[in-house]
Nanobody, 121 residues
């Protein structure tokens, strides 16, 4: 069994910063990608940022230059540093990981439970 546990969400004023963390635990052989999605009320879930095990990254256009994703592969942890937050960033943020649980096994996708980020004055 694999679990993704997120932390770091909360309430912040426009222009503020938050740092999200997500730690993967359980029966993990190798994690290929880790990333963050978000879902605002009435909207579909969208990819915010993703990082491969090799360090390649991709970002949603609207967060480029403001958000930074990083990973600690030894700790199976991914971080999302969010700066210059705006009300449009308000959403539930979900951690995502694509990983294998056994050698030469299939790749599965796992999700965290979500953490609320609210940006408001």
């Amino acid at each position: 069994q694999v679990q993704l546990v997120e932390s770091g969400g909360g309430f912040v004023q426009p222009g503020g910063s938050l740092r999200l963390s997500c730690a993967a635990s359980g029966s993990i052989f190798s994690i290929y990608t880790m990333g963050w999605f978000r879902q605002a009320p009435g909207s579909s879930r969208e990819l915010v940022a993703r990082m491969t095990s090799g360090g390649d990254t991709m970002y949603l256009d609207s967060v480029k230059g403001r958000f930074t994703i990083s990973r600690d592969n030894a700790k199976n942890t991914v971080y999302l540093q969010m700066n210059s937050l705006t009300p449009d960033d308000t959403a539930v943020y979900y951690c995502n990981a694509e990983l294998a649980t056994t050698v030469r096994g299939p790749v599965y996708e796992f999700w965290g439970q979500g953490t609320q980020v609210t940006v408001s004055s």
